[in-house]
T-cell receptor
Framework: DAKTTQPPSMDCAEGRAANLPCNHSTISGNEYVYWYRQIHSQGPQYIIHGLKNNETNEMASLIITEDRKSSTLILPHATLRDTAVYYCIVRGISGGGADGLTFGKGTHLIIQP | ETGVTQSPTHLIKTRGQQVTLRCSSQSGHNTVSWYQQALGQGPQFIFQYYREEENGRGNFPPRFSGLQFPNYSSELNVNALELDDSALYLC?????????????FGSGTQLSVL
């Protein structure tokens, strides 16, 4: 699976959109971009994933650049409960065997009141 | 709430001892994977179980072993504990083994090895 690069930390004001960047310049054509988050003292929580097109669900939007070398997770109206570590993960879904998710250190997003 | 429950929530052991951690998967999920998360790091994949068989393993030594039961619950066993085994151990369940499946994580077991 391709390596990802994320800023170690970011701040965002409550009520504003939080935009979390992720670089994955070595991503290959059959690899998806996944986002999970981990709130303190809890397990990671799935947020969203996508391949080429932009995706939106009830939690967030995922914008993937046309060359697929980077993406942005958008939390449209951040609340204090969105303070967490956000992990961007690139994962190939073809091939046999189980190799698990490869988590980096993620981005610690702090929502300021 | 993900429906994945882990026990115990906290545990203290001494070096050289053995430990068993338990996980109940979300209803309907037949696949369980285990992760180790050291302080300040992201989770690291230990292994995955599907239909009571290990079908994938990360870079962990054989003293990390597991079981999956017919009801899809699972255990993680660690023998000959070392100080570096101190970590949060996370269990995740999913509907199947497809790499496109979303994982649902429990809140983990915090293991301290003294």
């Amino acid at each position: 699976d391709a390596k990802t690069t994320q800023p170690p930390s970011m701040d965002c004001a409550e009520g504003r959109a939080a935009n979390l960047p992720c670089n994955h310049s070595t991503i290959s054509g059959n690899e998806y971009v996944y986002w999970y988050r981990q709130i303190h003292s809890q397990g990671p929580q799935y947020i969203i994933h996508g391949l080429k097109n932009n995706e939106t669900n009830e939690m967030a939007s995922l914008i993937i650049t046309e060359d697929r070398k980077s993406s942005t997770l958008i939390l449209p109206h951040a609340t204090l409960r969105d303070t967490a570590v956000y992990y961007c993960i690139v994962r190939g879904i073809s091939g046999g065997g189980a190799d698990g998710l490869t988590f980096g250190k993620g981005t610690h997003l702090i929502i300021q009141p | 709430e993900t429906g994945v429950t882990q026990s115990p929530t906290h545990l203290i052991k001494t070096r050289g001892q053995q430990v068993t951690l338990r996980c109940s998967s979300q209803s309907g999920h037949n696949t369980v994977s285990w992760y180790q998360q050291a302080l300040g790091q992201g989770p690291q994949f230990i292994f995955q179980y599907y239909r009571e068989e290990e079908n994938g393993r990360g870079n962990f030594p054989p003293r990390f072993s597991g079981l999956q039961f017919p009801n899809y619950s699972s255990e993680l066993n660690v023998n000959a504990l070392e100080l570096d085994d101190s970590a949060l151990y996370l269990c995740a369940s999913s509907l199947g083994v497809s790499k496109n499946e979303k994982l649902f994580f429990g809140s983990g077991t915090q293991l301290s090895v003294l």
